[in-house]
C-alpha cells in the first residue's frame, strides 16, 4: 500500500473480518490501497480460515494488521477481537467480499468531523449482483443502490436502512452500546446499528462510495444463508428487538406497556403479541394477583411482574404498574386491543410530540365494548392519576382534560414507508403519474431526495409524454453521481428522442461502472 | 400496512448489466456501427442466454449488411428462444422480402402482428408485400386497428390511404390523406396522393353499400 492520502485526520480503524474467501479479500484490501484518507489501520481478523497471510504480506503495509484465530468462532467474535485492539477515534468496516471506493474513509471522515451532536454517518453502496464464471470470476449481472434511506429512528428499530459496510461511527460510543453479540447467526450489523441508535443521531451520505456483493446463486453470505431458516430468522428478529442497552438512552424512548388483561390466559396472550409485534424498544409490565402471576409461565424478555392485592380493579392495577415502570411513555393495553405492525408505534410517535393533555388511542378489535387503550407520557399519566386517586382510568382522563384520540396521520410513524406503499401500489396499477407526482411530494416531505428522483424520473418515463422533466431529473442525478441505473434510464429517454449519440455515451459510461475493466473507472 | 423485506429492499438490476449491452447493440446498430453492435449483443447473449433480444439484435444487424442467411439463422434462434417474439417473426418477414417471397413474407408480418398489433416493422411490411401481391384487405384491417390506437401516426396512416387509392376506394383514401394534411400541411406525399385520388373519384368509384 504506497498510495499516499490524507494523514491529518483522525486515527481510523477498519475492522475486516474474513473466513476462507482468499480470492476476494486481495481486492478487498486493495481498496484499501486506493483511499484518499490514509490515516487509518486496519485490521483483519481471520476467523479460523485458510491462512491469509501471504496475501497481507504482500501489502507491505505496516497499518495492516493481521490476527489469525485457529477456531472458527464466528464474524461478531472477530469483530470483538478487532475492536479490542482498535486504537481509532472512528470504526469503519470492510467485508472480505467487499470494495470501498477511494473517497469512502475521507467522505465518512469530512461528514462526521462536521457534526456536533452526530457518532455515527453512513454512505450508499452498490448491491452488485453476480456469478460465478470460468475460473470463479464474478460476472456481474447489475449494480444497483438498493438502499438509500435518510436516517429514520423509528424504522431503522423495524428493520436495518444502512448497510453496515457503509457505517462508520465513533468508536466510544461502543462502551454504551457494549460489544457484538456472539450468540447471533445472523443480522449481527442491524443488533448493533440498532444498538448505536439508542445513544446518537445517525447521517447519512447519499453517495455510492462501494460495493457489496450477492451471488444470484448459491451465495456463500452468512447472511443469505442464515435467512434461508426462516424461523430461526424471525427468532432472531424478535430477539433484537427486545434488545435493552443499559440506560441512559439520550435518545431513543423507551415504551412501558402496561398489560390489563381479564385474566391469566389473556395475559399470556398479549404478552405474546406485544413480543411479536413490538419493535420500538419495550418493557412489559403485568400488574396482578400473585396468584395468578404465578400460575404463569413466561420465558419472554423485557416482562416485568407486578404483583396486586387480590381483587384490585384495572385503574389500582394500572397505578401499581405507574409506580414500578421506567418507561417515559407508557401504553395501556386492555384484552381487546388489536395487534400488527405499529400497533403501539403509531401511538408512541404521537406521543414523542405531546404536551401530555393527549392519550393517543390504540387500535381494537372490532367495535369491542370497555376502555380504548392509549399511549401517553408517562409522567403525564402520573399527575392525571395522582389527581383522581382511585377513580377509573377513563374518568381520570377526562377529568384531567385529556382526549383520547387516534393519531393523525401527520402524527404517525413510517409515513414515508407508507407513502412509499402507495406510491408502488400506484405502479404496480399502471398509473404512472400519479406515482410520479408521490414521489414529488415525498421528496418535499421526507427528503431521501436522490432516491424518489430516480423513482419521478423512472415513472415519468413509463408513464410517457414527460420525457422532457424525466430527462431533466436524470441529468440532475447523472451530474451529481451517475448510477448504472440513473445512466441506462438517461440513455433509454434520449434513444426515444432519437438522440442516439447522447444514449451511447451514457451506455457507454454505465458499462465502465459495471465493469470497470472495461474502461476507465468512474467512481 | 404492510411491512417486510420485500417492501425495504428492493431487488432489482439482475438484468441491468444485460440491458445496458442491448440498448448499446441497439444505438450502434441505428449508428450503423455493426461491429460493435455485433459484440455487444454476444457479450449479452452471454450474460442471459435465455433472451432472445440478443439473437434480434443480430438478426437486424446482419439484414442491414445483407446477409441473409446470418439474419434468417439469428431470427430462428430468436424464435427458438421466445416462440412468441414478434421481433424475431418481424426480422424473418423482411428475411423473406429481401428474397422476393412476398406470401411467406406476409404471412409472418401476420404472425408478428397476431404477437404484437403495434409492430411498425410488420405494418409497413405487410404493406409493401401487400402491394407486391394485390392484396389489401386484411392490411388494412391491421392498419386500422393499429390507428385507432395511434391516431395520430402519419406513415401508418399514409400506408392506409395509399392501400385504399389501390383497392379502389377512393373516397376513404381521399379522407385519410385528407386527415394527414390537417396534421402534416407540408407533407407533399399525402398533397400528390390526394390530387391523385380526387381526379380519379368522381370517375371511377362505384358506389358503396
Known amino acids: ?523 | 400496512m404492510q411491512l417486510t423485506a420485500e417492501h425495504v429492499v428492493v431487488e432489482e438490476g439482475l438484468e441491468q448489466h444485460y440491458e445496458v449491452l442491448k440498448e448499446l447493440g441497439d444505438c450502434h446498430t441505428s449508428l450503423g456501427h455493426y461491429d460493435r453492435a455485433r459484440q455487444c449483443y454476444e457479450e449479452a447473449s452471454v450474460l442471459a442466454p435465455e433472451k432472445a433480444g440478443p439473437a434480434v439484435g443480430l438478426g437486424v444487424v446482419e439484414l442491414q449488411v445483407t446477409n441473409l442467411d446470418a439474419a434468417d439463422r439469428a431470427f430462428r434462434r430468436a424464435l427458438d428462444l421466445d416462440p412468441g417474439c414478434a421481433e424475431a417473426y418481424a426480422g424473418l418477414g423482411m428475411v423473406r422480402q429481401h428474397g422476393g417471397r412476398f406470401q411467406e413474407a406476409f404471412d409472418l408480418y401476420m404472425a408478428c402482428l397476431d404477437q404484437d398489433a403495434d409492430n411498425l416493422v410488420a405494418l409497413l411490411g405487410l404493406f409493401q408485400s401487400s402491394c407486391e401481391m394485390g392484396s389489401f384487405a386484411k392490411v388494412i384491417r391491421y392498419l386500422q386497428v393499429y390507428l385507432d390506437r395511434h391516431p395520430g401516426d402519419t406513415s401508418v396512416l399514409y400506408c392506409l390511404a395509399t392501400l385504399r387509392a389501390r383497392d379502389g376506394q377512393y373516397r376513404e383514401a381521399a379522407r385519410a390523406a385528407e386527415e394527414i394534411l390537417a396534421l402534416e400541411p407540408e407533407n407533399a406525399e399525402a398533397a400528390a396522393l390526394l390530387e391523385e385520388v380526387r381526379r380519379r373519384e368522381p370517375v371511377t368509384e362505384a358506389p358503396r353499400p
Open chain 1, 1 to 523: 500500500m504506497t498510495t499516499p492520502g490524507r494523514t491529518d485526520g483522525p486515527l481510523v480503524t477498519v475492522l475486516v473480518p474474513t473466513f476462507n474467501r482468499r480470492w476476494t479479500l486481495r481486492e478487498a484490501l486493495g481498496s484499501l490501497a486506493a483511499q484518499t484518507y490514509a490515516n487509518f489501520e486496519a485490521l483483519v481478523v481471520n476467523d479460523g480460515g485458510v491462512s491469509v497471510r501471504d496475501i497481507v504480506d504482500r501489502l507491505a503495509d505496516p497499518r495492516v494488521v493481521l490476527t489469525e484465530r485457529e477456531a472458527n468462532r464466528g464474524k461478531a467474535a472477530s469483530l470483538n477481537e478487532a475492536l479490542a485492539h482498535a486504537r481509532g477515534t472512528y470504526v469503519a468496516y470492510l467485508d472480505d467480499d467487499d470494495i470501498l471506493y477511494p473517497h469512502h474513509l475521507q467522505r465518512l471522515v469530512e461528514t462526521l468531523e462536521a457534526q456536533d451532536d452526530c457518532g455515527v454517518a453512513y454512505t450508499d453502496l452498490y448491491k452488485v449482483h453476480y456469478r460465478k464464471g470460468p475460473g470463479g470470476r464474478r460476472e456481474v449481472l447489475g449494480k444497483v443502490v438498493s438502499v438509500s434511506r435518510d436516517f429514520d429512528r423509528f424504522f431503522l428499530c423495524c428493520f436495518n436502512h444502512t448497510l453496515h459496510v457503509s457505517v462508520m461511527h465513533r468508536r466510544d460510543l461502543l462502551e454504551r452500546t457494549g460489544p457484538y453479540d456472539e450468540s447471533l447467526a445472523v443480522l449481527i450489523d442491524w443488533d448493533m446499528t440498532r444498538r448505536l441508535a439508542f445513544f446518537t443521531d445517525f447521517v447519512h451520505v447519499p453517495e455510492v462510495t462501494g460495493e457489496f456483493y450477492a451471488a444470484v446463486k448459491g451465495s456463500d453470505r452468512l447472511s443469505e444463508k442464515g435467512r434461508q431458516d426462516r424461523q430461526a430468522f424471525i427468532a432472531t428478529t424478535l430477539a433484537i428487538r427486545a434488545a435493552r442497552p443499559p440506560k441512559p438512552w439520550p435518545k431513543m424512548p423507551d415504551l412501558s406497556v402496561v398489560l390489563l388483561p381479564g385474566d391469566a390466559p389473556a395475559a399470556g396472550d398479549l404478552i405474546r403479541n406485544v413480543y411479536a409485534w413490538t419493535f420500538m424498544p419495550y418493557a412489559v409490565y403485568l400488574p396482578m394477583p400473585e396468584a395468578a402471576l404465578g400460575r404463569l409461565r413466561i420465558g419472554l424478555p423485557n416482562f416485568v411482574p407486578v404483583p396486586t392485592p387480590p381483587g384490585a380493579d384495572p385503574a389500582a392495577r394500572l397505578d401499581a404498574a405507574l409506580a414500578r415502570l421506567e418507561g417515559d411513555h407508557v401504553a395501556v393495553v386492555p384484552p381487546d386491543t388489536a395487534f400488527g405492525i405499529v400497533w403501539a408505534e403509531d401511538a408512541l410517535h404521537a406521543s414523542l410530540g405531546s404536551d401530555g393533555r393527549t392519550a393517543f388511542a390504540l387500535q381494537r378489535e372490532g367495535d369491542s365494548p370497555g376502555d380504548p387503550g392509549f399511549v401517553m407520557p408517562a409522567d403525564a399519566l402520573r399527575r392525571v392519576r395522582e389527581a383522581s386517586a382511585g377513580a377509573p382510568v377513563v374518568e381520570s382522563l377526562r377529568a384531567a382534560g385529556v382526549t383520547v384520540r387516534p393519531p393523525t396521520p401527520e402524527e404517525q410513524s413510517l409515513r414515508f414507508d407508507r407513502a412509499l406503499q402507495q406510491a408502488e401500489g400506484l405502479e404496480q396499477e399502471g398509473n404512472w403519474l400519479r406515482a410520479a407526482d408521490c414521489y414529488r411530494r415525498m421528496a418535499e416531505a421526507f427528503a431521501n431526495t436522490r432516491w424518489m428522483a430516480y423513482r419521478r424520473a423512472r415513472a415519468l418515463y413509463e408513464a410517457g409524454g414527460r420525457d422532457a422533466d424525466a430527462l431533466d431529473l436524470c441529468r440532475d442525478l447523472n451530474r451529481r453521481q451517475p448510477t448504472a441505473d440513473t445512466l441506462l434510464l438517461e440513455a433509454r429517454l434520449h434513444r426515444r428522442a432519437e438522440r442516439v449519440r447522447d444514449a451511447v455515451d451514457r451506455l457507454q459510461h454505465a458499462r465502465r461502472i459495471l465493469v470497470p475493466e472495461k474502461g476507465t473507472p468512474c467512481n
